[in-house]
């Protein structure tokens, strides 16, 4: 095949992802279109645990075709979490998500690319969807209220399907979401927002809910209708209807809580509720003569049972995603045999500074662990640093990016070398840190003792002073006063907020499921972000006081720099903005006791630097995408 051969030569520019369940009969014409697109193209294979040969079929092309690669989930994770195993996977410029009872047309992923490449502020773009006949249905909305909600889930879903098909417009626009059979996200903005939010199991909210954190990037959303697919709608639901229905219903009202407030998700609830018990109380009447009503009837009589038992609004984020993955007891499966050394990679970042990370190195040489690979991601050094460590330790992984992306971007670059080499851990560990023999061994019994450990930190002691507590594994956040604090002593984990990211090891599971590090955090806070992105995903993180790593501190930019005040209070600013409660009083009680101690040394550069740094961040939403951190030319020159 022609087409095919073409794209094994060239590195994809679209990763494409399709995640399976029970998809046999609809696979083979994806994939098919797919085959013969005139762009290049990866594609992952996802199945989510599949009954059927679905998952033998995905294995069958993975064997067949170079660029196809196929994920075998042992649980069936959901639509949402099943994308987000292709975090870390992709070299793509641009990541494709499509339905699996979908067809392309052989120049509509084509026409989608030049569009991105001329409109460089859209970050996300769906085509018009269209029936097999060739009639198109609604493939984009501009809003999702009470009134949509309504509409979609409460009336007759056949009338409110034509209705919304005749009153659509089907012009190219800016909408607040497209339709999640065929979304098309740049990989840069997908990898930021850090994925879809698992805890939307199947409902069309996912991708509403992606496309809002991604304007929130500052990016537009674009219907276009220059391109277009074939949905062969209904088909998946079909094989599950009580999945389809009641996990409908649980992720409107998530995500009414998430983006509406209580209020307007009780009231959503209520309605709904009410619409389940006059469905179950007619489709009762009609069972007597009619057995397809008895079942209409079961379907929603265990919807209202769900409504009261399993409803986000009282049983919060992680009860309910312990429940949607039943039986299993963990939402995402480990992969690694008891019996086996799991595969660790130990990601350190450098920045003109040999003799720290030279020291650190060092000290790894020593690790009383077999099964590790160490990589140094150097970030955009200006002097010898990259060849000097290829000099004096050529059995470590040194991969150079083209400019300084940050401690984030920097360690994302290392992230993804290590996820695509089969990795079970990650250890991101400070270049200016020298770590005890056992260090890695105890972080990884702690990691593995339980299947939900996401992230483990150290036992930080100060460099110049041996014996004295750094950190306890990371710290404590006050949201009244918005500053953090590093544990000085042995404390239960659950006093412990955050993972220091000065020695924290991941679990590649984890990463799946919440994505990478956020870009967002140039320096500073980007460990507490991802520890507070993990309970949300309910994970948990721990300490391993057995762990040992002496930290110098701040080598790169200096205790007393200026910089330093720069890069804290703006990440600082982002953090609390993401996750206070209130987060203008924690992001301004914060910064003004900040403030107030330098004005009070006298040093106004200072003062000046945190306020600035607080104003600039404050306002980053009408700042434009184009001034944020792009994405890593590293994983573009790797191909």
């Not at 009680?589 to 200072?606: D, H, P, T, Y």
Request: hydrophobic content about 40%.
């Amino acid at each position: 095949m022609d087409m095919e051969t073409q794209s094994r030569k060239m590195a994809p520019r679209v990763s494409v992802v399709i995640v399976t369940y029970r998809s046999g009969n609809e696979l083979p014409g994806c994939m098919h279109s797919l085959l013969h697109q005139s762009v290049p193209i990866e594609i992952l294979l996802i199945d989510n645990a599949s009954p059927d040969e679905t998952a033998q079929m995905v294995t069958d092309y993975a064997e067949r075709f170079s660029n196809v690669h196929a994920i075998l989930n042992r649980e069936n994770l959901g639509l949402a979490a099943g994308n987000n195993c292709a975090l870390g996977r992709c070299r793509g410029d641009y990541l494709l998500f499509l339905n699996p009872d979908t067809v392309l047309p052989v120049d509509s992923l084509e026409r989608m690319i030049d569009f991105l490449n001329e409109a460089q502020d859209v970050g996300v773009l769906g085509p018009r969807c269209v029936y097999e006949d060739g009639t198109p249905h609604v493939s984009s909305h501009r809003n999702w209220g009470i009134l949509d909600v309504i509409a979609w889930r409460i009336l007759p879903y056949r009338f409110v399907r034509r209705l919304y098909d005749r009153l659509s417009r089907y012009e190219s626009q800016d909408v607040l979401f497209v339709s999640g059979a065929c979304l098309l996200i740049r990989r840069q903005i997908f990898e930021e927002i850090g994925g879809y939010d698992p805890e939307y199991f199947l409902t069309v909210e996912d991708a509403i809910d992606l496309c809002i954190r991604a304007q929130e990037t500052g990016s537009r959303v674009v219907f276009f209708s220059d391109a277009q697919v074939v949905h062969y709608t209904g088909r998946s639901g079909a094989q599950a209807p009580y999945l389809v229905v009641w996990q409908g219903i649980r992720g409107t009202i998530y995500h009414f809580l998430k983006h509406k407030g209580k209020f307007q998700a009780l009231l959503i609830s209520g309605l709904l509720g009410l619409s389940s018990a006059a469905r179950v109380l007619v489709a009762g009447i009609f069972g007597i003569v009619r057995p397809r009503y008895r079942a209409v009837a079961h379907i929603y009589g265990k919807v209202l049972r769900d409504l009261f038992l399993q409803n986000p609004i009282f049983v919060g984020r992680a009860g309910t995603r312990n429940k949607i993955t039943a039986p299993q007891e963990s939402s995402i499966t480990r992969r690694l045999a008891t019996h086996l050394t799991p595969r660790v990679h130990v990601v350190v970042l450098n920045w003109n500074n040999y003799p720290d990370t030279a020291s650190c190195l060092s000290s790894l040489r020593q690790l009383h662990y077999d099964n590790c690979e160490v990589v140094v991601v150097d970030n955009g050094s200006t002097d010898d640093s990259a060849s000097q460590i290829r000099n004096e330790f050529p059995e470590v992984t040194v991969i150079e990016t083209t400019r300084n992306m940050g401690f984030a971007g920097g360690c994302n670059v290392g992230i993804r070398y290590a996820l695509g080499r089969d990795s079970h851990f990650i250890w991101l560990l400070n270049n200016d840190t020298v770590v005890d023999p056992g260090a890695l061994q105890t972080l990884v019994d702690k990691a593995t003792s339980d299947d939900r450990m996401g992230a483990v930190g150290s036992a930080i002691y100060v460099m110049d002073a041996p014996t004295r507590l750094a950190a306890w594994g990371g710290g404590h956040i006050n949201f009244w006063l918005g500053r953090s604090r590093h544990i000085l002593m042995p404390v239960p984990e659950s006093s412990v907020d955050f993972i220091t990211g000065a020695s924290m090891l991941i679990a590649r599971e984890a990463i799946e499921q919440i994505g990478l590090l956020s870009e967002r955090f140039f320096m500073y806070w980007e460990d507490a972000d991802f520890c507070y992105r993990l309970r949300e995903g309910n994970w948990k993180i721990g300490v391993s006081g057995k762990s040992k790593v002496w930290h110098r501190g701040s080598a790169s930019v200096g205790k007393a720099s200026v910089c330093l005040d720069s890069y804290f209070n703006a990440s600082a600013a982002r953090f609390f903005r993401k996750h206070a409660p209130i987060p203008s009083w924690t992001i301004w009680v914060g910064s003004g006791l900040r403030l107030g101690k330098r004005a009070l040394q006298g040093n106004w550069e200072k003062v000046r630097a945190v306020l600035a740094a607080v104003l600039e961040a404050d306002d980053e939403k009408t700042r434009s995408r184009k001034d944020r951190p792009t994405t890593l030319e590293a994983d573009h020159n790797r191909g």
